[in-house]
């Protein structure tokens, strides 16, 4: 499980920054009178995903840097 944390924060962060952008151009191209995703999902919703993906990843960092103090210490 530990050996597989680190490659899942990397594809998380990475789902993060695509939420972001498409978050960003959904609520450009909805001022400019048009849609990217057809309302499935709106702007303001993606970057609440992007949020709640970016705190899953620094949560399991904080959790990597914890191991390897303990693993020096003890």
Same mark, same amino acid.
């Given at each position: 499980?530990?050996?597989?944390? $680190?490659?899942? &924060?990397?594809? &998380? #962060?990475?789902?993060? #920054? =695509? &939420?972001?952008?498409?978050?960003?151009?959904?609520?450009? $191209?909805?001022?400019?009178?048009?849609?990217?995703?057809?309302?499935?999902?709106?702007?303001?919703?993606? #970057?609440?995903? $992007? &949020?709640?993906? =970016?705190? #899953? =990843?620094?949560?399991m960092?904080?959790?990597?840097?914890?191991?390897?103090?303990? $693993?020096?210490?003890?």
């Amino acid at each position: 499980m530990d050996n597989m944390l $680190s490659p899942i &924060a990397r594809i &998380a #962060f990475i789902a993060a #920054f =695509v &939420a972001a952008g498409l978050g960003i151009l959904e609520r450009l $191209s909805n001022m400019l009178g048009y849609t990217i995703l057809r309302g499935t999902f709106a702007g303001g919703r993606l #970057f609440e995903i $992007s &949020a709640i993906l =970016v705190i #899953f =990843v620094i949560a399991m960092l904080l959790r990597e840097i914890r191991n390897l103090l303990r $693993s020096r210490t003890g």
